[in-house]
C-alpha cells in the first residue's frame, strides 16, 4: 500500500489543518480583530481595496496582512514541496466576473465561507441563513458539473508569471511597512485607514502576518477548501475536505464557549445584516460562483499563490468586487442591505447561471 508523505493530505492531516485555523481564527479575535471575523477572505480583501483607495467607505480600510500573508505562505510552501506550477488561460475574463460577484454576494450577507463559519462558532443565528443559501448555490454548481461544467482548460505557463500576484503581495506588505498608520490619522503616505468601525479593529502586524502566512502555508499543503468541502459531499459524499471543515467550526465554537465568546440568537451579533432572506440570496450568489471558479475565495488565494493565473484572475476580480460593493451602494450593513444590494444579487445570481448553462457539454 503507498504511503503519502504529506501529512496533510491524510484524513488526520486535514482534520489536524482545521483545527489550527479554527484556533488560528480565535487568536486573531482575541487580538483585535472584529468580532466573529478572525479570517474573512471577502471582507479582509475590501479592507484592501479601501487602503488602496478603490473605495472610500471610512470604516472599512485597512492593508489586511494576513490576506498578504496567505498568498506569500502558499507561495513558500509551494516552493519548498516542488509544487509551484505555474499555469493559466481557461476562461479569465469570465473568472474575473465571478469574482467579482462572488464578492458582492458575500458583502451582502457579511463574510465569505469562512466567516460563517466563525460566525456560526460565535452564535451568530444569521450564518445558518447564509450557509445554507452557501450550501444551495454550490448544490446548484454540482448540476452544472454533472452536465460537463468546464472553463476550459488551463495551459503551463512561464515561471515568472506565476509571481505576479505573490510580488503584488510581497509590494503591499512593504507598502505598510513604508507608510505605518500614524495614531489618529486616517492617511499615511498612499495608503488609508480606519480610525473607527471594523477596519480599525486589528491584532497587530506581526501576529496577523504570522497566522496568515502559516495559514498560507498548511492550506496549500492540505488543499483546504470550503467550497469543494460541500462539493464533495454532494457530488461524491466523499468527507476528506469536509473533515476539515468541520473541524474549524468545532474547534472555533470550543473556544469561544471556553473564552465567554457565544453568544447564541439574532440579537447584538457583531457586523451582522437582520434581512435573513438576502443573507440566503447572497451567499447562495457566492456559492454558485465559487463553484463554477473551482474554490472557495481562500483556496482562490492559496491556488494564486503556488502558480494558478486563473485563481489569481479571480482574486483580482474579488478585490474589485468588493470596491463596487461599497462604491455603488451594494454592500450591507448592521442596518440591512444596501440600496442597490438587491439587484446586484439577482443580477450576479442569473449571470452565474447563464455561464453554467454556456458552459456545459451538450449532450452530457
Given at each position: ?24 481564527a480565535i ?160 492617511k499615511s ?13 486589528h491584532a ?161
Amino acid at each position: 500500500m503507498k504511503i503519502s508523505t504529506n501529512f496533510f493530505s491524510t484524513a488526520t492531516g486535514i482534520t489536524t489543518v482545521g483545527l489550527i485555523l479554527g484556533a488560528l481564527a480565535i487568536l486573531l479575535q482575541h487580538s483585535g480583530n472584529p468580532g466573529n471575523m478572525g479570517i474573512c477572505v471577502v471582507c479582509f480583501n475590501r479592507d484592501i481595496a479601501g487602503a488602496v483607495g478603490l473605495h472610500r467607505a471610512a470604516v472599512v480600510q485597512y492593508l489586511r496582512p494576513e490576506i498578504l500573508g496567505m498568498v506569500l505562505g502558499a507561495f513558500l510552501a509551494s516552493l519548498a514541496f516542488g509544487e509551484y506550477r505555474p499555469r493559466g488561460g481557461s476562461s479569465p475574463v469570465i473568472r474575473f466576473l465571478l469574482g467579482a460577484i462572488a464578492a458582492i454576494g458575500a458583502l451582502v450577507f457579511l463574510g465569505c465561507p469562512w466567516r460563517a463559519i466563525l460566525r456560526l462558532a460565535g452564535g451568530d443565528a444569521y450564518a445558518v441563513f447564509g450557509m445554507a443559501g452557501l450550501i444551495c448555490g454550490v448544490g446548484i454548481g454540482t448540476l452544472f458539473f454533472r452536465k460537463g461544467f468546464s472553463l476550459g482548460r488551463s495551459q503551463t505557463q512561464s515561471k515568472v508569471s506565476g509571481l505576479v500576484l505573490p510580488g503584488i503581495m510581497l509590494g503591499l506588505l512593504l507598502l505598510y511597512l513604508m507608510n505605518p498608520q500614524i495614531p489618529g490619522q486616517d492617511k499615511s503616505g498612499v495608503l488609508f485607514y480606519s480610525i473607527k468601525g471594523p477596519g480599525s479593529q486589528h491584532a497587530p502586524l506581526l501576529i496577523s502576518l504570522g497566522v496568515g502566512l502559516l495559514v498560507g502555508a498548511l492550506a496549500q499543503r492540505s488543499r483546504f477548501c470550503t467550497m469543494g468541502a460541500m462539493r464533495d459531499v454532494i457530488l461524491f459524499n466523499h468527507w476528506h475536505l469536509a473533515k476539515g471543515f468541520l473541524a474549524m467550526l468545532g474547534m472555533a465554537l470550543l473556544l469561544n464557549l471556553w473564552l465567554g465568546s457565544f453568544h447564541w440568537g439574532f440579537a447584538n451579533q457583531p457586523i451582522a445584516q437582520p434581512d435573513n432572506l438576502w443573507n440566503f440570496l447572497g451567499m447562495l450568489t457566492a456559492g454558485l460562483a465559487f463553484a463554477l471558479a473551482g474554490g472557495c475565495p481562500g483556496r482562490q488565494l492559496f491556488m494564486a499563490g503556488e502558480g494558478d493565473n486563473d485563481a489569481a484572475v479571480f482574486t483580482m476580480g474579488l478585490i474589485t468586487g468588493t470596491a463596487m460593493a461599497h462604491n455603488f451602494g451594494l454592500a450591507s450593513s448592521g442596518a440591512g442591505i444596501g440600496p442597490h444590494g438587491a439587484i446586484a444579487t439577482l443580477m450576479g445570481l442569473t449571470i452565474c447561471l447563464l455561464i453554467g448553462f454556456f458552459n456545459c457539454k451538450r449532450g452530457a
